[in-house]
């Protein structure tokens, strides 16, 4: 009884191995490299495809994909569009994928293999491996927010403004932003959805988004500690626009007690985006066209407050020659990352910029809380020291006709000029002290030289002696010119 038991237990355990041969004899006539038949990956069919023959087919497919439109609506009036790849669409599991593809009927229980590979010899196995796609906060973010800044709603900060000789705060109202994170959520929801990978709409969430100076910061903010006029023109040309430009990129700022400012990072930078215009500047000690021309006008308007406001400056320059629009000592120039207006709060509560355009003048009002005694005054004396005059004279090429002299600018004179601060108690003077030396070179007469003319000769000529800046020269060859079309003139 016992040797028959055994006799079929190892019977059976002979089947057992014959069949776990059979299993194993079929697996291994597969290579473990390449994909079986009827197997694909989201809609890419990988059969007979290594892992990176695999991948690189549902990149493909992927990039399709991710040329799609997606509509990102905040509601049904405020809508925006971006591809998916903007978004940074992406299947973070792909590697995972693959891999699972390429094992698929050759690891595992070998009579499951074993079915599927004879299922796959036959045409007959259909195996679908799902693919993730998402995006992430990170990239995708930076993509909405720059898609819908111009669609949502921006908070308006509060401001400071003066109505009927009173301070009047004018309430901060909130907007929105975009709410990334639920944002996101809705994308990679959809994307997890669209099976027929045909794009689509998701919603864009928002939050509340508060503004910058509320008016509760400004509320304890009710004194005008320092306030200056220049006038500027009311043309339509590029000074005009870069000084308003200016004004307005200063004005709203609130400098916060031991906080440092610079006139320039709060203006530039000066381009045609940012709200600028070519107009006349100094560079070099010379009138020039450039990009922002006029802004020294802003930050010089903006010294002289902050001086009357008895706020720190940090930072100050003059211009290389006098300007028209404030007396020597009280102007404060800006160049190009050399020259900058640099204040500090040196108060204890927070001080306010506002910026006043009116009637082709610019204003600066600082606000903060008067602590100074009452009866105590200030004023800022320009004192010319010396004077320097120039009898230079520059010749300049002109597009005007050959013959045509004319002066373009008279020159300036130089001088060394101090800014005395003066303080005074109930009108008597109580102290005298220096502020800054300030010394403007003196520019000659310009005058401006034709060179216009129909014999390219003659052109060359001029342009020679305008090169030499020598007037006797000028003088000759314009003589000679004039001489050659006077005999021509006789010959007809």
Known sequence: MILLIAGLVFSALLVIIGIQVLFRTTIDRYDPDIIIQGVKIGETDVS??????????????????AEKTLTLKADDERQAEATLTELGMAAPDLNTVVQKAVDYGKKGNPAVCYKILKRAEKNENSKVFSLTYEVEEETAGVVLEQKMTDIL????????T??????????????????????????????????KRQGGAVAVETKESVADITAEELKDITDVLGTFTTYYGESDDGRTMNVESGANHIGGTLVQ??????ADDLMAPYTEDNGYAMAASYENNEVVESMGGGICQVSTTLYNALLLAELEITERYEHSMQVSYVEPSMDAAIADDVKDLKFRNNLEMPVYIEAVLSEGNITFNIYGKETRPEG????????????????ETRYVATEDSIGTVYTQDNGRTGLKAQLWKVVYENGTEVSREAVNY?????????VAVGTFSDNEEDSAKINAAIESQDEAQINEVLSQIGAGESQSQEGQ
């Open 153 to 160: 709603t921006h908070p308006v900060d509060a401001k400071l």
């Open 162 to 195: 003066q109505s009927g000789g009173e301070t009047v705060v004018v309430e901060d109202v909130p907007g929105e932003i975009v709410d990334v994170k639920k944002t996101v959520s809705n994308i990679n929801e959809f994307l997890a959805g669209d099976e």
């Open 48 to 65: 007979g495809m290594t892992a990176r023959q695999a991948t690189e087919a549902v990149n493909q497919a992927t990039k399709a994909y």
């Open 376 to 391: 105590r005054t200030i004023e800022y004396i320009s004192e010319t020291l010396e004077t320097v005059e120039s009898d």
């Open 257 to 262: 007690p031991g906080e440092e400012v610079s």
């Open 438 to 446: 300030s010394t403007y070179l003196a520019s000659g007469k310009t």
